[in-house]
């Protein structure tokens, strides 16, 4: 019985898998005519429609306690404003909080303490580009001594972005038939199509914020315009 069972087993184990199995985890198409290679891009542009700006309080004083405490509450009135100015919860953040002691340094003498600063760093998404301006100019009234950005991004690039491939794809198609008919061939089939790189939002503001001042004259954001981009590689067939 054990015999039985044991040839049975090995008889199994050499059935031959089927042809289309193995093709189906090894696709290789085959060109039979000239191969061709192409890189295109395409574009879409597309106004801004999101603001992203870092804002923050700073404060000094010769105790950490103290300039800690000062700090939250000058943030505290920043939030509330922000309310106000009816900036939902989830478009604020908080993205950093720092407490540094700082130095003098006399000659030829060991440092000396001279206070601590205090740094509370928020990020607000504005959805109104056009009125983010005034938003800033109200929290420098409550306290806000930072501000770095704008970073002018599009929220939902979907659309454009499917727009920014159809113009790869005609442009891949356009320039294949031009090489065809130079060559006094034809466009047989697009044997392969890869996507990279894409839409990347804007890089951050640069981590040099400038000092923010309250003017008679209201801060103003414009927001221009934006391309988006599609990269593709594509593989033609020429005969």
Do not use: C, W
């Not at 090995?10 to 198409?29: D, E, F, K, R």
């Not at 047989?188 to 914020?209: F, T």
């Amino acid at each position: 019985m054990k015999r039985t069972l044991l040839a049975l087993a090995l008889g199994v184990a050499s059935v031959p898998v089927p042809a289309a199995a193995q093709q189906a985890t090894n696709i290789n198409q085959s060109i039979t005519g000239t191969r061709l290679d192409l890189n295109v891009t395409g574009e879409a542009t597309r106004v801004p429609d999101l603001a992203i700006v870092n804002a923050g309080v700073v404060t000094r004083s010769p105790n950490a306690a103290t300039a800690i405490q000062e700090n939250a509450e000058r943030m505290d009135k920043v939030i509330a404003a922000l309310k106000r100015a009816g900036i939902a919860d989830r478009d604020v953040q908080t993205s950093s909080i720092n407490l540094n002691a700082e130095y003098r340094y006399p000659e030829n003498q060991p440092p000396q303490l001279t206070g601590y600063t205090a740094t509370n760093q928020l990020t607000v998404k504005f959805h109104d580009i056009r009125s983010s301006g005034k938003i800033l100019d109200a929290l420098v009234a409550q306290g806000v001594n930072q501000i770095s950005g704008p970073n002018l991004t599009v929220e939902h690039p979907e659309q454009a972005l499917d727009e920014a491939r159809a113009k790869a794809v005609a442009e891949g198609r356009a320039r294949a038939e031009l090489y065809a008919r130079s060559l006094g061939m034809q466009v047989v089939r697009v044997v392969s199509i890869s996507e990279s790189g894409g839409y990347a939002p804007p890089p951050p503001a640069p981590p040099m914020p400038m000092m923010a001042r309250a003017e008679a004259a209201y801060t103003k954001i414009v927001p221009g315009e934006q391309q988006l981009q599609v990269n593709l590689s594509m593989v033609f067939e020429l005969r």
